[in-house]
């Protein structure tokens, strides 16, 4: 009884607080959670980007903190403990951070979670992510023109509906400037190791890959495909690749083709000036080339022309909506019809997206 | 652009296995070269009866000295020194506090692995997107062209062949000397080595300090030929790997070889698998042959029932997985599965240690995480 008494007076305590906290000129917290070290220089970097811009713009209203390299298998614990640590806003940057991100926001329902590129919400969880898809379509355009083995080869992190979008779009889009080109896929099982992501990197150019694309956080792929560029000889070409997450322009100076950027800031600055305002609630914002939340990073010089041309041609017309990566006609792997002539991927499938298009090859592991 | 070899139906053995010997043979080798460099050191740590579980944070600090010295001096040999050193004394402060002041070896080696984890990526900022200068391979003339043998044993470069002698110094110097005799001595029973005049202290300092230089070669051998860059946390979980690996090896220098090649190999082939769509099957089954005419070879003149059978047994095994390949050719085993293999086998080995009987066949020295006091 005396417990329960003792327990309903911090309650009220921390009620109180909570009040009085809301009206005073006490600075907003904001808390990250990354995946990987703020220095991948890909993914969780740019999320930093973004955390710097608020603090930036907002000043000494808003106090952030931030947690790197978080596993998605422990996250919850370190959710949880920021949540208690009394941050009003947390963004967690994962995708497997959403079954914790969900169950932490059911017991702190007075904080405000944002989870990225996840698909399930609550009262106070919103998710929030890029049409990355967008930026594989024009990716696919280069490296199909680019190409010589016509061996594409692609590092994939998870099997998640994220990844295997951009496979497919990277896939039709490289198809449709070069009927010969084949996709090797490799998935890593992990977000963040350069190691392996070196490794499979490697692997790929072993089995003919000239170009590679990856779906996985460091410069480490990037840094391969640069060194092939070393000693070469007259008339020959090294392997390109594409800066994936940020730009990764000085990791591959002759490799790079180009890149996706994810441009998180103008969501971040609007979603706290939310809060501030008291007008946050839970959304879901999935915004694409058109609204800046995915750019493409300059086209590589070795790029001939006609090639940059159709590739930025491309990106014009996805960002001013006349555009889709996903337009019929286009099959399932299995050969059954998935887009009927001229009919557009509705963002219900795109979400839960667990399958390959016609001509890839391999299964989706599980 | 190299010829496109799969295990395919269409590919016959001679190929695949010219593939599997010229190409995947000496990826995995050079995968395994970090682990087998960390995990020897960790095993001479150990075998003095300390358990220093910061070998991810000495091989992170490795992999940043080790790059920034290559880059600034040219000389990736200066690296690989400079790295040793830097391990060598970030070692030197988990001994300080464990062996002098008596502090818990376990929390006190997982807060060294968070310290050097966070002091690597301050030191290294400046120097991501550079690219360290090439480390020498070993190029004898003729040999190093040699076909298939060639491939298969001449040409890395010298860190591989240094770490594959360092395990047989490792094991002459516990086997066969007399201070190797005196460190298991301190390791399986620190109070009866005291009692002997034995300094136990400065002994198990200079090992914690060796096997610091051995994790700081394992994590520069990541940053300047592995990968080759430097990247905040590029370890990636690599330390704890080695940690495993000791104890699968259960504290034997040449079964670390072993651990290192089936935990590096097996992340190389399910990658390469991937790549170049191989059948599982068949692989299997030319490794089981491998291994079944290999211990012919080796146990020519002693060949005993008991090794005729095992021998019959892995012969069969070789046979069922090429039948079974043969039959279908579009088997895919789920890369998750290979990727579990090394984990698993740890378990059973952890497993297996547990029970006490067992725990001294296998090795593990006695005083392993014990606090020695003089006074007691």
Known sequence: MKLLKTLGLATALTLATGGVMAQSDDPLSVGFIYVGPIGDFGWSYQHEQGRLAIEEHFGDAVETTYIESVPEGDSERVIRRMAQDGTDLIFTTSFGYMTPTLRVAGQ???????????????????????????GRTVQGILAGHMTESNVIGYIASFPIPEVIRGINAAYL?????????????????????PAKEADAANALIEQGADVIMQHTDSTAPMTIAEATWDNLGEDETGIYAFGQASDMLEFGPNARLSSIIDNWNPYYIERVQAVMDGTWESADSWHGIGQGTTTIGAFNINIPEDVAAEAQAALDAIAAGELHPFTGPVNKQDGSVWLAEG?????????????YVEGIEGAIPN | MMEVIGLNADVTIQQSLFYILTTLLPIMVIAATPLVLASTGELIVEKSGVLNLGVEGMMVMGAVIGFITAVETGTPVAGFILAAVAGGLLALIFGFLTQVLLSNQVATGLALTLFGLGLAALMGQTYTGIRPPQTARIDIPFVSDAPVLGQMLFSYDWIVYFALALVGAVWWFLNRTRAGLVLRAVGENHDAAHALGYRVIAIRLAAIAFGGACAGMGGAYLSLVRVPQWSEGMTAGIGWIALAIVVF??????????GAWLFGGVTILQLNIQAANLNVLGIAAIVLAVVTIGMIALNLRSMTAKNWIRVAFLGALALLSWAMALTWPAFRLDSAYLSMTPYL??????????GDRTRAALNAPASLGRVFHASS
């Not at chain 1, 979670?113 to 992510?129: C, I, K, L, M, P």
């Not at chain 1, 991927?345 to 795109?350: F, I, N």
């Not at chain 2, 086998?345 to 547990?354: E, F, R």
Request: zero cysteines.
């Open chain 1, 108 to 134: 702190f329902p007075e904080t405000m979670f944002e989870h990225a590129t996840g698909y399930q919400r609550a009262d106070n969880v919103s998710v929030y992510s890029g049409r990355f898809y967008e």
């Open chain 1, 173 to 193: 889009a490289a198809k449709s400037v070069n009927p010969d080109v084949e996709f090797k896929i490799v998935w890593v099982s992990t977000w963040f190791d």
């Open chain 1, 343 to 355: 009919e557009t991927a509705d963002d219900g499938t795109l979400l839960g997206m667990n399958f």
């Open chain 2, 249 to 258: 090896a259960s504290w034997k220098p040449g079964r670390v070889i072993i």
């Open chain 2, 345 to 354: 086998m740890t378990i059973v080995v952890l497993v297996a240690i547990s």
